[in-house]
């Protein structure tokens, strides 16, 4: 490439954000090669030659009406809100209009004054506009414009439970890992409705799940949870079909459950050692089909109508879902169709006018599977009730947050996310996001603006539903997120940087409406000064004990966490307690050949002897633990060992802290050496397919949730007080 070439691209990049090189976790410099900056540049919808479009980029900005994006933010405490805003040539003055959510309007105007330059002027609005989404209309000689503007706080909603001085504490779980006497072989809504009421009883604030984002219906074998289809619809396995309306006296489901092959299907997902995704699925879809067909004839008039009250909620909620769930649903039908006719996964081997929502072949495939597309909404909105029940249940057994859900940082690019909208999500024979190669699909940040971030706030809505806490899964996405060009190894991509003030302010509003407390996953490569302006933004921090040391390698003592934080022993993606002081992890990787050396197998082993004795010191120092426990846990000859007791103290350790808010995952209550996850695998571990080795009856029955819950509290109670 010729050096006038190379300037080009390089103006290019850091005109539209792309980082041109970036420092990594080791602290080294990189220079980000040409390939991968065109690269980028492509996937943001531009021409290949930089000149080209770079002059595509400029005609986009300057065809902005008055110079306005589709969403203007205003920050809420601002006492002298403003627009800058660019004239009309001639023009000297601008008049507005602004029509406020509530139905109310405020007008006024502004003129251009002799300092302003190049018909750029700044516009002042009212101070004192309530927070929301208002419509911002402007006329300018004889151009007009409609803008959004949006009102946000600079911070987001913080229940007394999470104030200054709070110690609060709640459980984790796996949704789908749990056992019970009623479920068909995956959790579901009823198992975490049960669970929600003892962890209320208990005197839990909250419980947390994993992601709950629909998957493919037509493939229950892609079963990561952070690898959605969508992230705005639910996963419709954790329905409890039994608690469907109709399930009961249904003679048609009945004769269905008595068929040979149901029985034995049945007993397969029932008595599956790992989780037997397609015998639930072969179960439950027949199930509900039946039970949607009896809603149809029951519930539901024609097109748009209602029979009953609860035919009625239907139809409101297929309103209310609007357009997003139009799309899920429409994909879903055709998903199912190319799955089973022709085998193909993704929608990207679809004939191609299928891969458009929008062409009217597709809108000929909706009218001629009207009612699949309907059984998918109906899905949806079984879901929603149960998750909302769950919710309910909690509340009412004193859980005073809620449930604390989860919001993965992308989807897959062969889900319905991508297909609805492939103008804000980047293809993916272009790119994926993340250092590790996730392989889920960037957002494209300039598209995002044009859309006035509708897609964004959607995705918070969704997930805010029903919850009192919103994990934001690797929040630095927010801010920066790190890109690689297909066919590339991980370390050739590099950093495209988003609106960041934008999006938390949006973070911040839907907050407050939602009355939903934020945690953001910062684990990994945080940017310089990110944790602080989170803090300010009211948003807790996530910190894993086991990561948090400090420069010697020494435990970070409770003390000294950070207030405004959610601690937990661990995660999805790393080891339980009891893998860990055992290895179970390492023995994973050496069983499936992860190290590349010998060298690194035993430098992990020497890392993780290091880490169990650090760890006892900790636990030392804090008296929790006596010298006796050493040779107790760490026997001279021998492996280590390790019991309830270790539990206890690790538990009450990380209870001590002054992080407003404890997360014990289930896995460590009941003792469990497997992690629902291993980072670098697909296949080879069972990620996101291991029960829990007791029922919930049995969790519940017992003495260990008792007991946790009561040492828990007790110490976060004393933590409070010092």
Request: net charge neutral; hydrophobic share 40%; proline share 5%.
């Given at each position: ?621 804090e008296g929790l633990l006596t010298q006796d426990h050493i040779g107790k846990f760490l026997p001279q000859s021998g492996e280590p060992v390790y019991s309830t007791e270790l539990r206890d103290a690790v538990l009450t350790y990380l209870a001590r802290s002054r992080a407003r808010l404890m997360l014990v995952q289930l896995e460590d209550v009941i003792s469990e050496t497997e992690q629902a996850n291993l980072p670098g695998t697909t296949e080879e571990h069972p990620n996101w397919r291991r029960h829990l080795s007791r029922t919930l009856e049995e969790i519940l029955g017992d ?20």
């Amino acid at each position: 490439m010729k050096m006038a070439d190379r300037a080009a691209v390089l103006q290019l990049a850091r005109l539209i954000g792309v980082d041109t090189h970036y420092t990594d976790a080791l602290g080294e410099t990189r220079q980000v090669s040409d390939d991968t900056l065109s690269a980028l540049i492509t996937g943001f919808g531009l021409p290949v030659d930089p000149v080209s479009a770079r002059r595509q980029f400029e005609e986009q900005q300057r065809g902005l009406l008055l110079g306005l994006e589709a969403a203007q933010i205003v920050g809420a405490e601002d006492p002298l809100p403003r627009l800058t805003l660019r004239l009309p040539v001639k023009s000297r003055k601008i008049v507005w209009t602004c029509r406020l959510e509530d139905g109310g309007e405020c007008r006024g105007h502004a003129v251009l004054d002799g300092r302003a330059r190049k018909g750029r002027m700044t516009m002042p609005l009212p101070a004192g506009l309530p927070l929301g989404y208002h419509r911002l209309e402007l006329e300018a000689g004889n151009i007009s414009a409609r803008v959004t503007l949006i009102i946000a706080p600079d911070r987001c909603y913080l229940p007394a439970e999470l104030g200054t001085g709070a110690r609060s504490w709640g459980l984790s779980c796996q949704l789908y890992g749990l056992r019970s006497a009623h479920n068909w072989g995956i959790g579901d809504f009823s198992d975490l409705a049960t669970l929600a009421r003892a962890a209320g009883k208990y005197g839990a604030a909250v419980v947390g799940i994993n992601p709950l984002h629909a998957l493919f219906a037509a493939e229950p074998q892609h079963v990561s949870p952070y690898s959605p289809s969508s992230r705005s619809q639910l996963a419709y396995l954790y329905i409890d079909v039994t608690a469907v309306p109709g399930f009961a006296d249904d003679d048609a489901v009945h004769r269905l459950m008595q068929q040979e092959w149901f029985g034995a299907t049945h007993w397969a997902a029932r008595s599956a050692r790992l989780i037997d995704y397609g015998a639930v699925t072969a179960c439950k879809r027949r199930v509900l089909e039946a039970l949607f067909r009896r809603f149809q004839s029951r519930d539901l008039g024609a097109e748009g109508t209602a029979k009953t009250d609860l035919g009625q909620e239907f139809r409101e909620f297929q309103r209310g879902g609007g357009q997003s769930l139009a799309d899920f649903a429409l994909f879903e039908a055709l998903h199912e169709h190319h799955v089973c006719q022709k085998g193909q996964f993704s929608w990207h081997c679809w004939p191609a006018p299928m891969r458009n929502p929008r062409l009217p072949e597709v809108a000929d495939f909706a009218g001629a599977h009207r009612d699949r597309i309907e059984f998918f909404q109906y899905l949806q909105w079984e879901a929603d009730r149960q998750l909302g029940a769950a919710a309910a249940a909690g509340r009412g057994a004193g859980m005073p947050i809620g449930l604390y859900r989860d919001l993965a940082v992308g989807a897959d690019p062969n889900g319905a996310e991508a297909w609805a909208d492939q103008e804000l999500i980047a293809p993916p024979d272009a790119l994926s996001r993340g250092g590790q190669n996730w392989g889920l699909a960037p957002v494209n940040p300039l598209v995002l603006r044009r859309q006035g971030f509708a897609p964004f706030v959607a995705s918070l809505r969704a997930n805010m539903r029903h919850a009192g806490m919103l994990r934001i899964d690797h929040v630095m996405s927010l801010k920066r997120l790190y890109w690689i060009p297909s066919g590339v190894e991980a370390k050739a991509g590099t950093y495209v940087n988003y609106p960041f003030d934008d999006l938390l302010r949006l973070l911040a509003l839907e907050s407050q409406r939602h009355a939903c407390a934020i945690v953001g996953e910062d684990l990994g490569t945080v940017p310089e000064g990110f944790r602080e302006t989170m803090r300010s933004a009211n948003a807790l921090s996530y910190r894993i004990f086991v990561f948090e040391r400090r420069e010697d390698g020494g435990f970070v003592p409770p003390a000294e966490y950070p207030p405004l934080a959610a601690a937990s022993a661990a995660t999805h993606d790393i080891a339980t307690l009891k893998g860990f002081w055992l290895g179970g992890d390492i023995a994973w990787r050496k069983r499936l050949g992860l190290y590349p050396d010998r060298d690194a197998l035993a430098a992990e082993m020497a890392d993780r002897d290091r880490d169990r004795r650090l760890l006892l010191d900790a636990l030392l120092r804090e008296g929790l633990l006596t010298q006796d426990h050493i040779g107790k846990f760490l026997p001279q000859s021998g492996e280590p060992v390790y019991s309830t007791e270790l539990r206890d103290a690790v538990l009450t350790y990380l209870a001590r802290s002054r992080a407003r808010l404890m997360l014990v995952q289930l896995e460590d209550v009941i003792s469990e050496t497997e992690q629902a996850n291993l980072p670098g695998t697909t296949e080879e571990h069972p990620n996101w397919r291991r029960h829990l080795s007791r029922t919930l009856e049995e969790i519940l029955g017992d003495d260990d949730l008792r007991g946790v819950a009561g040492l828990v509290g007790e110490a976060r109670r004393r933590s409070a007080r010092k």
